[in-house]
DNA sequence: CTCGAATATACCTTGACAGGAATATTCCAA
DNA sequence: TTGGAATATTCCTGTCAAGGTATATTCGAG
């Protein structure tokens, strides 16, 4: 989980991401499209490809890139995890701020 | 969006959202749950905030933090985007190969 | 009003990482 | 078989961010 997010957390490699979800692309392709020197750029395929975001596939002289599902789905899967806190019907502040209360009274006071 | 996986991609700004998943939480609470010194703990907050992912009500000396949906929502859009991607129905790769011949192909050559 | 608890901030040091440039490697075509 | 295209790797350098420590700030209790 957390190399995946550290792979995308880098701008240009984030944007390789965005390009490969349109289709494969080879590595001097993607050099072009975002401006970057061809080892540049085979060095983010290196870190997406560890992180498992990646796949290569080569064919002579190239290396043909394209995304994997794997790690998508994962934080995909991850992400479904908080669906309670943006459904709204979690807050729990009030209960906190009670919860907070409680613990700062001494033992033997009253509620 | 950057931001967002930035603030996500260190592994303990990860479990402070992991925590607060579960509910709101003061600042120290959140430092003692993650055996992190109580500036490191500010720190990681502070940056997990300015990204928007969480947000804090002071009540007297305490600061209690607490997620917001509205930056996991974002994520969430951001990563239907590739639904193609897992749902396979999306490979391309066989195209690429042949788009890949074609640009090899001299202009005169017949197919 | 003083003290201690809770939190934020400042400063320093160190390690990781991204970019640049040069070079190695692999492959095809002529 | 030689040359050039496509890619990976290596080395260097500068930058940035995380942790550690000390300190400032704010607040309530007594």
Redesign the interface.
Known sequence: ??SI??A??E?NR?KIVELL?D????VGEIADRLGLHQPQASKHLRVLSEAGLVEM?P?AN?R?Y??R??P??E??RW?A??S???E?RF???D???LE?QKSDRKPDDKP
């Open positions: 989980m957390n997010l550290s995308l957390a701008p984030l979800r289709g494969p692309l080879t596939q064919v190239r043909i394209r995304l599902p794997q998508l789905l934080l995909n992400l995890s908080f309670r806190v943006w709204e807050d729990r502040l209960d906190y701020l907070l």
